[in-house]
């Protein structure tokens, strides 16, 4: 499942019942066509009560129409799986149709590293610097690549081989899907087109002079901020 993060600007719904029309679309060869048989969702968001609250399935053209009776304060979501992944629309406006993009999966959607930022903390008291490591990916195709097994993974990078202590940070994916194994880490997630990204922690040991920073795959850019150099 691709998780979705609400923004703190978006407009809660009116209270009261609801009624949410929409239509699931896909694109085939540059065309926007109907994505039938999309199994829909409505998703309530609120302080106090989270969780779907309705479902159905698209129609032949792709419409559907979902409804729930809301409360002050509560924001609804639609969502649409289609071949075993997750899609989220924009948070439901009143009176506005939900326009629901859903992506075909391959097993074969190259995903590779647009960015990669690391930043090499000053010593503590001990020695040790603290790294942190952003990674974003990049899914430059129209395909969502499938999440994979452990031998076929979605996405897999090598680790660097001197640090301690790694952990994964903030991810656009579940720390779930990560699996970590000596100096390698592969994603178990499927990454839909577009840009996501995670983050690494590690700790450089007490005297170390050099970060072994493999470059597998090699990022479209790659920048390195350290504190206190001493050369």
Do not use: C, K
């Not at 948070?91 to 391959?106: C, H, I, M, R, Y």
Request: glycine share 10%.
């Amino acid at each position: 499942m691709i998780a979705v993060a609400l923004l703190a600007q978006v407009a809660a719904m009116a209270p009261g019942a609801v009624a949410v029309e929409g239509r699931a679309q896909r694109t085939v060869a540059g065309d926007t066509v109907a994505a039938p048989g999309t199994r829909i969702y409505l998703h309530r968001v609120g302080a106090t009560r989270q969780g779907i609250v309705d479902s159905t399935v698209a129609s032949g053209d792709g419409r559907f129409r979902v409804g729930a009776s809301v409360d002050s304060g509560e924001v609804l979501l639609v969502s649409g799986r289609w071949h075993g992944v997750e899609y989220f629309a924009p948070p439901v406006t009143a009176g506005a149709p939900v326009e629901l993009f859903v992506v075909d999966t391959s097993a074969t959607a190259p995903v590779g590293i647009a960015a990669r930022h690391v930043v090499i903390g000053g010593p503590a008291a001990d020695g040790t610097r603290d790294v942190v490591d952003m990674v974003i990916l990049r899914n430059a195709g129209t395909a969502t690549r499938g999440g994979g097994t452990e031998r076929t993974p979605a996405f897999r990078m090598s680790l660097p081989g001197n640090v301690a202590n790694l952990t994964l940070g903030d991810a656009d994916f579940a720390i779930e899907a990560f699996d970590v194994h000596d100096d390698t880490l592969a994603l178990l997630a499927p990454v839909p087109p577009g840009d996501r990204q995670f983050m690494l922690q590690y700790q450089l040991p007490p005297g170390a002079r050099a970060l072994d920073l493999p470059l597998d795959p090699v990022p479209d850019t790659l920048s390195i901020l350290a504190e206190q150099l001493d050369l």
